[in-house]
């Protein structure tokens, strides 16, 4: 009986500790310690032996039992803590910061040109727009531009194979559909497209953005143009801007003038950029000429009016001190993310 109980217990500890799942242990205690078990039919046995037996035989059997029981425990916490073993190659950190999404965002030239409607729509001015396929009159006659003028040669313009039409070289023939169609009071301004035959470098492109203005009035003079630049400029540019209004020549205006703002990168000390004089120029502007009215339709004995043109990206440029024009138009995510989402 002795022997029977070591060995019992030597292959009991055995399987227990061989077991290799939760369920093939939990099968196992039912085996040895269930109503029918192996061990219960033993300790039951117990009552039938002698006195001598029971002492010895029964003291055995008892610690057999809480050995197993002991074994069963131990082995369970063992498959139960190693359940999750697999997971160890697969460990994933939850504080990790996530990955940062690229969310679209708009065009830095998109969001400029908004700016500018909105600026000019605070000064009571409605935005026009134009086709960017013009025909010669628009582009050229209707503003007083000679034929002889440089601006028509082929050099600068993109004519269409079917002259008189061309890829709009500036904004300015929105000023003449408008006037053609609206009576004054008119105060405008036309964003767009412009197309010129130029070679791509740092400061020129085939394509480009303008901004049209015109205001039309039978009181309309340049103290108007010079107040409204000043505001819209401050506000678009640097509210500490000055600005400089130089006589210059352009046909469709009399007098024409070339405004010079304060040169953004020394603040009007003078540097590189600004050939050591403090200012930038900026625009193109004056008073409407007389002929250009008339072409329009409106009578220049009775209506005045005021209108500048200026280039988008050259605004931009000075604004944000970049000096390659290319960098609007080549979608590099290391240019754009640098402008605010918003
Ligand atoms: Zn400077």
Redesign the pocket.
């Known amino acids: 009986m002795k022997n029977h109980l070591e060995q019992l217990r030597t292959q009991t500890l055995e399987t227990i500790a061989k077991a290799k799942t939760v369920q093939e242990l939990e099968a196992l205690e039912a085996q040895l310690l269930g109503k029918k078990g192996e061990l219960t039919t033993l300790l039951k046995g117990i009552k039938d032996l002698t006195v001598e037996e029971k002492q010895v035989v029964g003291k055995m059997t008892n610690e057999l039992k809480k050995d197993v029981e002991a074994a069963l425990l131990c082995r369970s916490e063992e498959l139960r803590s190693s359940q999750y073993d697999h997971l160890k190659d697969q460990f994933f950190d939850t504080s990790l910061p996530g990955t940062r999404p690229h969310p679209g965002r708009l065009h830095p030239l998109t969001k400029f040109i908004r700016e500018i409607e909105d600026t000019f729509m605070a000064l009571n001015f409605t935005v026009a727009e134009g086709p960017e396929i013009e025909d010669d009159y628009h582009n050229f006659s209707a503003l007083n531009i000679p034929e002889d003028h440089p601006a028509r040669d082929m050099q600068d313009t993109l004519w269409a194979k079917h002259i008189p039409y061309l890829l709009r070289t500036h904004t300015s023939p929105v000023q003449i559909r408008y006037m053609e169609s609206h009576e004054p009071p008119i105060r405008i301004i036309c964003p767009g497209r412009v197309f010129r035959k130029d070679d791509v470098d740092a400061t020129h492109s085939p394509m480009f953005h303008q901004f049209e203005g015109l205001m039309v009035d039978k009181t309309t003079n340049l103290t108007h143009l010079k107040g409204i630049l000043t505001i819209a400029l401050r506000r678009l540019i640097h509210p500490d801007l000055e600005l400089r209004f130089r006589s210059s020549f352009f046909p469709f205006v009399e007098p024409g003038l070339e405004v010079d703002v304060t ?1 953004v ?2 603040a ?4 590189s ?2 050939k050591q004089s ?1 200012w ?1 120029e900026m625009l193109g502007c004056g008073m409407v000429h007389p002929n250009v009215l008339k072409s329009a339709g409106l009578d220049p004995n009775v209506y005045q009016g005021f209108a500048f043109g200026a280039g988008i990206e050259r605004l931009l440029m000075i604004k944000h001190k970049i000096n390659d024009i290319r960098l609007f138009y080549e979608n590099d995510p290391r240019f754009l993310e640098q402008f605010p989402l918003v």
């Open positions: 040169c990168l020394c009007g000390k003078g540097c950029v600004c403090g930038l």
